[in-house]
Structures are given as C-alpha cells and as structure tokens.
T-cell receptor, first 113, second 118 residues
Framework: NAGVTQTPKFQVLKTGQSMTLQCAQDMNHEYMSWYRQDPGMGLRLIHYSVGAGITDQGEVPNGYNVSRSTTEDFPLRLLSAAPSQTSVYFC????????????FGPGTRLLVL | AQSVTQPDIHITVSEGASLELRCNYSYGATPYLFWYVQSPGQGLQLLLKYFSGDTLVQGIKGFEAEFKRSQSSFNLRKPSVHWSDAAEYFCAVGARRLSNFGNEKLTFGTGTRLTIIP
C-alpha cells in the first residue's frame, strides 16, 4: 500500500491564482481530512469528509473548497490564493470506526507571493 | 469544544537521559488522546493513543504515556532518549461522538520540539 499520497510536494502561487492540492489513499478509509500547519500553531483542521459525497467544515475553512466523489480521493481547492494561505498542508485518512488512527500524507508546502 | 496545551515549545535533553513531554487537555468527558511525532520535512506518525482502560499506554519506539483524569494530562515519557528521537511532538485530543463516527476531528497542540545533544 502507498498509504496517503499528496501532490505536489511544493508549489509557488501568485496572489489571486487558484489551484488544487491532491490527496489520495489506498486503504479504503472512509474518513479523510485536510490540515494546515503553521509555525507555533500546530495543525488546524480545514475540511473533512466521512465518506464519498459527505464533507464538512473544520476550524479554518475560509478560502478553501473540497469535494469527495470517490473513497480514494479528497482534493483541496484554493479558490483565490492569498499570502495568508502560505503554509504546509497535510491530508490524513482513517477508518470511520470509533477511535480510528489517522494516517498522514507527507505534506504539500505552499508559498503564496 | 476541546483544546490541547503543550506548555513546552522546545526541550533539549542529552542522549541517554530520560524525557517527559507535557500535554494538558480540556474536554467535557473522557477524550481520545494521541501523541504524534513529526520528523523534519515529514508527515506525522502515531506514537501511541489512549481510548479507555489502562491509563498507562505503551507506544512505538519505547515511548509511553499516562492518562491522568484528575490532572487532565497525558504526558509522554521515554526512559532513555536516542539521537533519532529529535523531532517535533504533537499531542492531540479527539472527541467521543454519539454517532457511529469516532474521532474524525482531532484538535492538536502547538507542538514541542525536541533537541538531543550528544
């Protein structure tokens, strides 16, 4: 199993550009989520999904969109990038059973100029 | 809403010395508790987790943590650190939910960076 994969590893955007961060998992996990990691702030939940077609907002959803058309994929869309979205983004997945362990991808480092 | 506090931003210990990383949580009931480790440039890896039962939990790489309800703490310990333990450590709390879905929402602490000196 490849586990949780994320692409790209690194991206530079200009303010106002849009892009999609890709996340895929091959463990048949129902639950997937996106976090952003900023210095001194830990990881903050952006959006999450409990299954195909079901998504919900996390702690910091503004400026981001998600959709879940398949169990495997959970892309994160930046609609109009802003410098405040410069961060490292992590995707995670887990079984939806009680207390499932979350498995994290390697991260995408995003720089918005 | 739950919250997690890791009061130590940076800790330096000598190789072979013992280690304790502090974690305090706020939650209205018994939470799910986790410790994750992040090596530079890497994603997060689960070290250990507490769901119920024995309050002393054993994890990978020789780590253990103890859940103390009276102190709302879940401190991580290791009796003898190795240079490879240098990393950032995150404590996280997950809410117990009434539905069939479990800890989808994890709340993370701000992390503790561990430096090992020879």
């Amino acid at each position: 199993n490849a586990g949780v994969t994320q692409t790209p590893k690194f991206q530079v955007l200009k303010t106002g550009q849009s892009m999609t961060l890709q996340c895929a998992q091959d463990m048949n996990h129902e639950y997937m989520s996106w976090y952003r990691q900023d210095p001194g702030m830990g990881l903050r939940l952006i959006h999450y999904s409990v299954g195909a077609g079901i998504t919900d907002q996390g702690e910091v959803p503004n400026g981001y969109n998600v959709s879940r058309s398949t169990t495997e994929d959970f892309p994160l869309r930046l609609l109009s990038a802003a410098p405040s979205q410069t961060s490292v983004y992590f995707c995670a997945s887990s079984y939806s059973s009680e207390g499932g362990t979350q498995y994290f991808g390697p991260g995408t480092r995003l720089l918005v100029l | 809403a739950q919250s997690v506090t890791q009061p130590d931003i940076h800790i330096t210990v000598s190789e072979g010395a013992s280690l304790e990383l502090r974690c305090n949580y706020s939650y209205g009931a018994t939470p799910y508790l986790f410790w994750y480790v992040q090596s530079p440039g890497q994603g997060l890896q689960l070290l250990l987790k507490y769901f119920s039962g024995d309050t002393l939990v054993q994890g990978i790489k020789g780590f253990e943590a103890e859940f103390k309800r009276s102190q709302s703490s879940f401190n991580l310990r290791k009796p003898s650190v190795h240079w490879s333990d240098a990393a950032e450590y995150f404590c996280a709390v997950g809410a117990r939910r009434l539905s069939n879905f479990g800890n989808e929402k994890l709340t993370f602490g701000t992390g503790t960076r561990l430096t090992i000196i020879p």
